[in-house]
Nanobody, 120 residues
């Protein structure tokens, strides 16, 4: 079992920035971020592989969000810039053995989620 603990959510005005953090017991895993707004399915946001550090982004966040990792701190970050009201959601950190996948069903480990609210 891999425990994931998110932090950094909150309320921000449109155009602002937030940085989410996800602390893990180990980072020899592909790490991903998903989000879920009320009434919507969980949506892929970004992911980063363990060793190649290859990244992948959802279309709606490309150019605005950046995923990174600090293996010394066993922490993954999601830097979110130019936030929009439609980015409002609960953001979940996730992890999986293997390469990046876009489906949430491919990720074995999940954090509890952190709320991000963007006001207009």
């Amino acid at each position: 079992q891999v425990q994931l603990v998110e932090s950094g959510g909150g309320l921000v005005q449109a155009g602002g920035s937030l940085r989410l953090s996800c602390a893990a017991a180990r980072l020899t895993l592909t790490m991903g971020w998903f989000r879920q707004a009320p009434g919507n399915e969980r949506e892929f946001v970004a992911a980063i592989e363990a060793f190649s550090w290859s990244t992948r982004y959802g279309e709606s966040v490309k150019g605005r969000f950046t995923i990174s990792r600090d293996n010394a701190k066993n922490t993954v970050y999601l830097q979110m810039n130019s936030l929009k009201p439609e980015d409002t959601a609960v953001y979940y950190c996730s992890a999986r053995d293997g390469s990046i996948r876009l489906g949430d069903y491919d990720y074995q480990y999940w954090g509890q989620g952190t709320q991000v609210t963007v006001s207009s």
